[in-house]
C-alpha cells in the first residue's frame, strides 16, 4: 500500500493550498479516508475524514468553514482544499485510510508519509 501526498508549501496567511494524496494497493473506492495534522512538539490532530462515495465528510473544529475534503476514485485521489490558511495551519499533513475513534484517538489502516504546509504570518 502506498500514499503519496503531495501539494504542500510555503505560503502566507489568507492564501489557499490544495493537497492530494493519491492511494495504490488498496480498493480506494470502498475506504473512507482521512486528512491529519502535525505540529512540531504537538499531538496529531484530526483534520477531515469523507466516506467512499464522498456523500459525507466530516472536519476538525479548528479548519471547519475553511478546509474541503473531496475524492476521485476514478483516480484513487483523495484532496483536502484549505482556504484562509493561518499561520496555526502549519504542520505535516497526512492521508489515511479508514480513520476510526478507538480509545479517544484516531486509528488508521495506512498512513501516507506526509507533506509539509508552512503558514507565514
Known amino acids: 500500500v502506498q500514499l503519496q501526498a503531495s501539494g504542500g508549501g510555503l505560503v502566507q496567511a489568507g492564501d489557499s493550498l490544495k493537497l492530494s494524496c493519491t492511494a495504490s494497493g488498496i480498493t480506494f473506492g470502498s475506504r473512507t479516508m482521512g486528512w491529519f495534522r502535525q505540529a512540531p512538539g504537538k499531538e496529531r490532530e484530526f483534520v477531515a475524514t469523507?466516506?467512499?462515495?464522498?456523500?459525507?465528510?466530516n472536519y476538525g473544529d479548528s479548519v471547519k468553514g475553511r478546509f474541503t475534503v473531496s475524492r476521485d476514485n476514478a483516480k484513487n485521489t483523495v484532496y483536502l482544499e484549505m482556504n484562509s490558511l493561518k499561520p496555526e495551519d502549519t504542520a505535516v499533513y497526512y492521508c489515511?485510510?479508514?480513520?476510526?475513534?478507538?480509545?479517544?484517538?484516531?486509528?488508521?489502516?495506512?498512513w501516507g508519509q506526509g507533506t509539509q504546509v508552512t503558514v507565514s504570518s
Open positions: 489515511a485510510v479508514g480513520p476510526v475513534i478507538k480509545f479517544s484517538r484516531y486509528v488508521a489502516d495506512y
Open positions: 469523507i466516506t467512499w462515495d464522498g456523500f459525507s465528510s
